[in-house]
């Protein structure tokens, strides 16, 4: 993303704070407080804002343990404190009934506003439904929340776009036919892992069915190789095979029990699609580790700083970037505008189950080593003193 869109995003933001405080939601700043480990609290002290009747953010992210959301903290923390909102920053580690407890601590706290990345967003929708009980509006980040209306707004990157980024990539790096392929998906409890998982299906599956390339490492995808569109139930089966569960571990040690269990003929030159960043990482040190692996593409996500050295080292093939300065400006956007008695614009919808919930997807941008800096440093995403070998 351009810096000159960057700041007008930051512009709606300070005009949204602006019509926030001629309603009387008045905001209030403080120095951050240093947060135990399973929580970290942001630029003004939650009950300090709550007594002074500011209008506070209450923001839960799913774990501290990815390096993906200690970015979104990080966006968070800065736009926020630049705009004077007071918020509390929590984690859930990876457990729905933290997950809760957040919720319930932030409306105890006064929030009157939660943005939640659920862990698992059909467990999710019970954290969803005591903060709309609790007054408060709700905001599903990234991930939609399942199963309830009790979600004011979703605020996300297209997830689908996101997987047929990485699908595209893997067709047009593909030459001849037989090309091994391996997949590999996020968390079965995730609803972005589907969406991920369908949009890279889109793209691949005629390139399965004609033979470009040869699935190795899922029985359950060979056997619905020749459908184009798959029910939730038939992709449940696949990335069953094939998680990751987020977790680079589960990655690497299932990128390695798949190429024990694999021929020296299902290895050579492979396409490897794998679903974000840290298990691209996992995934790909596994493959460049066996002997009978020629070469291989790897897909990712989320721009990660480790992944784009990875890239520019030739360890990784592609990451979709996800601009979070982005996102979190999308979601300030839609925070401040309840503050202030509004709604915030939608531009689309997405069926969580339930219903249509009002949604404002941002683009994503495919970055390989031919982009990179155009993409990540040229832009202001991360700065260049982060990496080495940049030319």
Not at 53 to 79: S, Y
Not at 225 to 251: S, Y
Not at 266 to 295: C, E, Q
Not at 358 to 381: C, F, H, L, M
Request: with cysteine; net charge negative; charged share 20%.
């Amino acid at each position: 993303m351009q810096r000159k869109h960057f700041r007008m995003l930051l512009l709606i933001v300070a005009f949204a704070m602006m019509a926030a405080m001629v309603v009387g939601c008045a905001a209030a700043t403080a120095p951050a407080a240093e947060a135990p480990a399973e929580e970290a609290a942001a630029e003004a002290p939650a009950e300090e804002a709550a007594a002074e009747g500011a209008g506070l953010v209450g923001i839960v992210l799913p774990t501290r343990d990815e390096p993906r959301w200690l970015q979104d903290q990080a966006r968070f923390e800065e736009l926020l404190g630049s705009a004077g909102v007071p918020v509390q920053i929590l984690f859930s580690q990876g457990d729905s009934a933290v997950e809760r407890s957040n919720v319930d601590s932030l409306l105890t706290q006064g929030a009157n506003v939660i943005i939640l990345t659920p862990h698992d967003g059909a467990a999710a929708a019970a954290a969803a439904e005591a903060a709309r009980a609790g007054g408060a509006k709700v905001i599903s980040y990234d991930r939609l929340i399942l199963g309830t209306e009790a979600v004011d707004f979703y605020v996300t990157f297209d997830s689908v776009a996101v997987g047929e980024a990485q699908g595209q990539f893997l067709v047009d790096n593909a030459e001849g036919t037989g090309n091994p392929l391996f997949l590999y998906a996020g968390a079965a409890t995730d609803n972005n892992a589907f969406l991920f998982f369908e949009g890279a299906w889109n793209v691949l599956q005629p390139k399965i069915a004609d033979g470009t390339f040869r699935i190795v490492n899922s029985s359950e995808a060979v056997a619905l190789q020749d459908k184009a569109e798959l029910t939730r139930d038939e992709m449940a089966a696949i990335i069953g095979q094939v998680t990751t569960n987020w977790d680079f571990n589960t990655a690497k040690s299932l990128a390695e029990a798949n190429l024990t269990a694999a021929a020296a003929e299902d290895k050579g030159d492979v396409s490897i699609l794998a679903p974000n960043d840290g298990t691209a990482r996992a995934i790909a040190d596994a493959f460049a580790a066996d002997a009978d692996v020629t070469s291989f593409k790897v897909t990712g996500q989320d721009a990660e700083i480790a992944s784009v050295q990875y890239i520019i080292d030739g360890k990784q093939s592609m990451t979709v970037l996800k601009d979070t300065r982005t996102l979190a400006a999308d979601a300030i956007a839609a925070a401040t505008t309840f503050l202030a008695g509004g709604t915030p614009e939608q531009t689309t919808t997405y069926n969580n189950g339930a219903f249509d919930v009002p949604a404002k997807p941002s683009e994503v941008i495919t970055v390989t080593r031919d982009n990179v800096q155009a993409a990540i440093i040229d832009s202001g995403y991360w700065p260049a003193e982060e990496f080495t070998g940049l030319e």
